[in-house]
T-cell receptor, first 114, second 111 residues
């Protein structure tokens, strides 16, 4: 079975400050890992994905994440927060392959303080 | 290219009724998955269809069913609706070499 744990259901950062959203995974096989963003009343948009290539993954909107096998972590970071980053963020895990289901974490709501 | 489209966008049903939600995948995508997102939680996997065959089922009761048509569009059916079925239902499509692309979802409210 696979699972992800997102530490912190709510995170607040000041505009221009570092954004750090935490995700730890559990998987019996080498996983694929994803970060999705959800704006109010919308679906999910992929920010970035790890599929066993480079461990440092760069995504859209200036976000990046680093896969650390020893820590079973895949934390999401952005050097400088923008007001438009306010949203719900979900970490997800799947088995390797192109057709596997996603298992999501419970989400982290990011608030940006002006 | 159009993204994943879902209809309707909002729906209100009464307990005990039945509902059908529809999803059109991105052109060329043969895999469609359905997820339920209860308010304040992450999406939960319900079904996956690939080439019109069920490839996966999550931990949902038999009241939930789905199918995929020859054009790869899909329907999710929920019978005997309960208040707890109120949620955002998300459809995602993918091809074997891409990530899952999600639609905007159908917001179902059961009263």
């Amino acid at each position: 079975a696979q699972s992800v744990t997102q530490l912190g259901s709510h995170v607040s950062v000041s505009e221009g400050a570092l954004v750090l959203l935490r995700c730890n995974y559990s998987s019996s096989v080498p996983p694929y890992l994803f970060w999705y963003v959800q704006y109010p009343n919308q679906g999910l948009q992929l920010l970035l994905k790890y599929t066993s290539a480079a461990t440092l993954v760069k995504g859209i909107n200036g976000f990046e994440a680093e896969f650390k096998k020893s820590e079973t972590s895949f934390h999401l970071t952005k050097p400088s927060a923008h007001m438009s980053d306010a949203a719900e963020y979900f970490c997800a895990v799947s088995k390797p392959g192109g057709n596997e289901k996603l298992t999501f974490g419970t989400g982290t709501r990011l608030t940006i303080i002006p | 290219d159009a993204g994943v489209t879902q209809s309707p966008t909002h729906l209100i049903k009464t307990r005990g009724q039945q509902v059908t939600l529809r999803c059109s995948p991105i052109s060329g995508h043969k895999s469609v998955s359905w997820y339920q997102q209860v308010l304040g939680q992450g999406p939960q996997f319900i079904f996956q269809y690939y080439e019109k065959e069920e490839r996966g089922r999550g931990n949902f009761p038999d009241r939930f069913s789905a199918r995929q048509f020859p054009n790869y569009s899909s329907e999710l059916n929920v019978n005997a609706l309960l208040l707890g079925d109120s949620a955002l239902y998300l459809c995602a499509s993918r091809s074997p070499n891409t990530e899952a692309f999600f639609g905007q979802g159908t917001r179902l409210t059961v009263v």
